[in-house]
Structures are given as C-alpha cells and as structure tokens.
C-alpha cells in the first residue's frame, strides 16, 4: 500500500510538473486565419525593454496621425495579429504589433498573465513614442484575451492612450486559471487553481494571478473602450464576462455574443467585426476619412449578428 501512494503521488507530481511547463510555455502556432502574412510587407523592428533584452516588433506605416499597438494572446504571436491589423492599416492607421517575450521563439520567458507581458506593452508604447512621426500620433491599443487584459491594463497606467479595444479579455488573471481549469479541463477549479497559482509564483518569481482586468476598467471610466466579448463558457465563464461588463466606464461600448467561441467574433461575423472596430476607431482617433470597407466578406455569412450594446452610463 506504501508504495502504491508513493507511486500515486510521485506520478502526480510529475503531472503537475509537465503540465505547469506546457502552461508557462505553450506552442505558438501562427493562426493566420486565412490571411496574408505580412512579416515581408512589415518593418522589423527591435524595441529595447530594459534588462538588456528587447522586443521583436513588426510596424506598418499608415497616412494618419494614429496608431494602434496591437498584443496577441495566450500561445499566440504577431502572426495572429495580421488579421486586424491588415484592415486597421488600410484605414490609414499606424500598426505596430510586437511578440510578447513569452511568445518568441528563442529566450523566452514564461508566460506570467501579466507581469513580463506588461513590461512589454509598455516598452512597445515608449517605442512609439520616441518616433518623430508618431511622437505626438493619438494611440489605440487592441488586444485578444491575455492581450486585451494586457492593453486595458496598461491604458490604465498611461494617460497617453486615447482608446482600447479588446477582444476577450479576463477579468482577473486568478479567475483565467480557475476557468482554465474549470471551462478547458472540465475539472474542478480548486484546489487546482491555487496549487497552479502557487506552482508558477515558485517558477517564475511572480504571481500569475495577480493582475485584476476589472479595476483597470473601472479606471479606464472616461476613456473609451470597446470591449467584445462571447458568452459560450468554453474558455472564459459567463461570470467573467459579467464582472468585465460591470466594470466598463460611462464611455464604454461593448459587443457580446452569444454563438461563438472564445476569440473567434472575427472568423465567423468578420464583415461586422471590421466595421465594428472601424467605426470605433474613426471615432476616437480622429480620422481625417472615413473608415475604408472591409477588403473581403466572410466566407460564410451568419443569418443574423446580435444587437450592439449600448455605452454604457455613469451610475
């Protein structure tokens, strides 16, 4: 019996050990979507983040005085980001996407739901505004899931950004491990949570669940902020997606549907999507035209979208 619990428990420690490597650093598959890749039309850019490391970036010049910093999500890269940034670009826009530090292919550091993946928004931001041309460009920022956290977060902390859209996001980084564990794995949140919470303080020096979306919403009141989001539990619990709408200030807009999975409003409502994002963007960055057509249809249209949300108002 002794050693049938030591093999129980050794093999389970070996579990966790394998599963919390894949966690910290998951594959990166490029997910285009079925759209160009543009690393070749793009400039390559290396955007120094303290520490003696840097940032990959990948910029595209636009005809306006904006731009849109874009932040992929969890075991994504910039690759994903050409989806939007092909259209945000065609509106003129400046379009700068960068590979988070946990999502590079060399030296990576593990993912942490917020702490490097902020200091790396940040660096990314001061890169902008340290070009001539954009020093004084307005700034949007978008990201997916652990991006859109990531961009609220850090619309938070800097003044200078002028609107953020944000596809998925969690509202706090401890209850996007409960629902990983609860939504993804189909297995029961707690303790797991914890012990992955205190598993990966242990290995990278910082709390993955830490960073709350929720209270940088709340003071992101004034600002504008488009937040879309999907109600089908398969990554993220309709209660996340509840907390997040609560918290959205008087000049927030949000977009919530009920028949797609999580991040996946572009692929399946794509024509609506752009216009969505398109519109929001003219408006608050003050475009000098308006916001050119998507360049193609979806290739299966919905029969119908669910109805826009209304701004939210001040209580």
């Known amino acids: 019996m002794r050693k049938a619990i030591v093999f129980f428990l050794s093999a389970l420690l070996l ?5 919390a490597w894949i966690a910290l650093y998951p594959t990166v598959p490029a997910d285009l979507g079925g759209v160009q890749n543009l690393d070749a039309t793009a400039k390559q850019v ?13 910029y595209l010049a636009g005809r306006q005085p ?34 988070f530090r946990s999502a590079r292919a060399l030296s990576r550091k593990p993912t942490t739901l ?3 993946e902020l200091r790396d928004g940040r660096a990314a931001l001061d890169w902008v505004r340290a070009q001539p041309a954009l020093g004084n ?18 619309a938070a902390q800097r003044p200078d950004v002028s609107a953020v ?44 669940g830490e960073l709350d979306v929720t209270g940088a919403l709340r003071a992101l009141s004034g600002r504008p902020v488009l937040l879309i989001q999907t109600r089908l539990g398969d990554r993220f619990s309709a209660q996340q997606v509840d907390r997040l709408s609560a918290s959205l200030g008087f000049r927030g807009e949000q977009w919530t549907l009920d028949d ?30 308006s916001p050119a057509k998507p360049a193609s249809k979806p290739a ?4 119908a979208h669910p109805p826009a949300r209304a701004p939210r108002k001040a209580a």
């Open 114 to 116: 917020g702490f490097w």
């Open 165 to 208: 859209v944000a596809d998925c996001p969690f509202s706090s980084a401890y209850a996007a491990i409960e629902d990983g564990f609860a939504c993804v794995l189909h297995l029961p949140p707690q303790p797991l949570a914890w012990i992955a919470r205190q598993v990966g303080r242990l290995v990278t020096g910082h709390d993955p």
């Open 66 to 99: 904006a731009v849109v910093v874009l932040f992929a999500g969890y075991a994504r890269d910039h690759r994903r980001m050409w989806r939007y940034a092909g259209f945000m670009n065609r509106l003129g826009l400046h379009v700068l996407t960068v590979d």
């Open 300 to 303: 299966k249209k919905p029969a």
């Open 260 to 289: 797609v999975k999580h991040t996946e409003a572009w692929l399946h409502h794509r024509e609506e999507y752009e216009r969505r994002v398109s519109q929001f963007l003219d408006a608050h960055l003050g475009l000098t035209a």
């Open 137 to 154: 460009a307005r700034v949007a920022l978008f990201g997916e899931s652990l991006g859109g956290a990531t961009a609220l977060a850090l």
């Open 15 to 19: 579990l966790m050990a394998g599963s």
């Open 46 to 58: 290396r955007i120094e983040v303290g520490e003696g490391d840097h940032l990959d970036g990948w």
